[in-house]
């Protein structure tokens, strides 16, 4: 059985299996969020054409998720971190089963919900244990490789979803994910995962420590994925849903063509990893600029998506996107969490994971929303505008419109995040500069003073 004995005053030594078995709960998450949506054109013909309903297949479990976590962030610090886990785990696997087996668009909805209630709890247990049970290097190459396991699943999501929907038809997505939370239970059984340790008198109460957004270079380093839920994300859930509708491409076919998009996510990391470790030249904050220059550049040349061009020229845009995803996943959460001090690295932890999976729902939403209300305005008929959005075909040149309007609106916020996270990595950089060189920095009635220490 693994140890559990205490490494250092309040924490314990790792279970031998504890990352891989929060990892592979978590891993439900970014597969649900980017995978529901490649399976909405089939579900649509099966249950129903209704818009808001189809757009609940997404949104609902999105939604649930954000407000979940920061809901269980409080109950698991009365019921436990492991416990919080474990009931994350058998409520996402029952959600799936009653997704699969679902008869009507409004039983779908309910069941997603309830799923991102439980991913929710399988999110906070399973990021509070790794933060607790681990500390200084060890927690953030562990939350840099959770952060690359989210990143990979949702950039998997399309692929995978796309082949299970061909193979399976669309109840089979719900199928895997059932199946997936029921091996991380299963797997939990056989290693010991650590309850929750007592929290201090300044953290008790809050629902989310946002103290570590008072540090610039954090607040910087914690903008970064949200930038990529704007840009990446966002297209990544919906690209499967406009290939079907502009190019009618099926749900296999779009997780083949998503390669470009997907693949770089895979390769990213490892390539940042090796530029930062070997190349004198190239910095973390280098990288961290040029994938969101990456990310801006991607989003606009989305205008290429037109049933008058062919599919191919999307493979520039794919891989500017894919690539300013994936190069940063292996940075952020390491830099971020070893930006703040230790007693800081707990709640550090917290805002960059509510802040990503927060910005990945809300991106998502807001998207999915978007598309729809500018397509009801294109079209006149909202059970009609409902149909194309899911990905029906014979309106192939509404679907690129509205496409190309949300897709500017996005690159435009992109742009505008990604001026915010330069902005404060350089007042990071001259407030450390000033410490090295002994100035300290004071600010009365009349303003900010500096004097040498």
Do not use: C
């Amino acid at each position: 059985m693994p140890s559990t004995v205490t490494a250092e005053p309040g924490r314990l030594s790792p279970p031998r299996f504890l990352a891989p078995v929060v990892m592979l709960g978590v891993l439900v998450m970014p597969i649900s969020i980017a995978g529901a949506a490649v399976a909405l054109p089939a579900v649509s013909e099966d249950l129903g054409t209704n818009s808001a309903a189809l757009q609940g297949v997404v949104n609902g479990f999105n939604i649930a998720l954000t407000v979940a976590t920061l809901v269980w962030g409080q109950l698991a610090a009365r019921f436990g971190s492991r416990r919080t886990f474990i009931v994350g785990l058998a409520i996402v696997a029952a959600a799936s089963v009653l997704s699969a087996f679902s008869v009507s668009l409004i039983m779908l909805d309910i069941a997603r919900v309830v799923a991102g209630i439980g991913a929710g709890a399988i999110v906070t247990g399973g990021t509070t244990m790794l933060s607790q049970t681990y500390s200084g290097a060890r927690r953030a190459r562990v939350f840099a490789l959770l952060g690359t396991v989210v990143g990979v699943g949702l950039a998997a999501g399309p692929t995978f979803s796309g082949l299970l929907t061909a193979l399976l038809g669309w109840r089979g997505i719900f199928g895997v994910m059932a199946a997936i939370a029921v091996l991380a239970l299963a797997a939990s059984a056989f290693t010991t995962l650590p309850g929750s340790l007592p929290r201090s008198d300044t953290s008790r109460g809050k629902i989310l420590d946002l103290a570590p957004l008072k540090y610039p270079r954090f607040l910087a380093l914690v903008l970064v994925p949200v930038a990529g839920s704007v840009a990446f994300v966002s297209v990544l859930t919906y690209l499967p849903v406009a290939l079907s509708a502009v190019h009618g491409i099926g749900s296999a076919g779009a997780g083949v063509v998503m390669l470009p998009l997907t693949l770089p996510v895979l390769i990213g990391p490892m390539l940042a990893g090796f530029l930062v470790a070997r190349t004198r030249r190239v910095t973390s904050a280098e990288i961290i600029t040029a994938s969101l220059v990456m990310l801006v550049l991607g989003g606009v040349l989305f205008f290429l998506l037109s049933p008058d061009q062919p599919v191919a020229l999307l493979v520039i845009p794919m891989l500017l996107l894919g690539f300013g995803w994936g190069l940063p996943l292996g940075l952020v959460d390491g830099e971020a969490l070893g930006s703040v001090p230790p007693e800081n690295a707990a709640a550090a932890a917290g805002v960059l994971n509510f802040l990503r999976l927060g910005s990945e729902a809300v991106a998502v939403a807001a998207f999915g929303a978007a598309m729809s209300a500018v397509l009801v305005a294109k079209l006149g008929d909202s059970d009609l505008a409902g149909s194309v959005a899911a990905g029906a075909s014979g309106h192939a040149d509404a679907y690129a419109s509205a496409f190309q309007t949300v897709i500017l609106v996005t690159s435009i916020l992109t742009l505008l995040i990604g001026i915010v996270v330069v902005t404060m990595r350089r007042r990071a950089e001259q407030m450390q500069t000033r410490e090295s060189t002994g100035i300290t920095v004071t600010e009365d009635r009349l303003g900010v003073t500096e004097r040498k220490a």
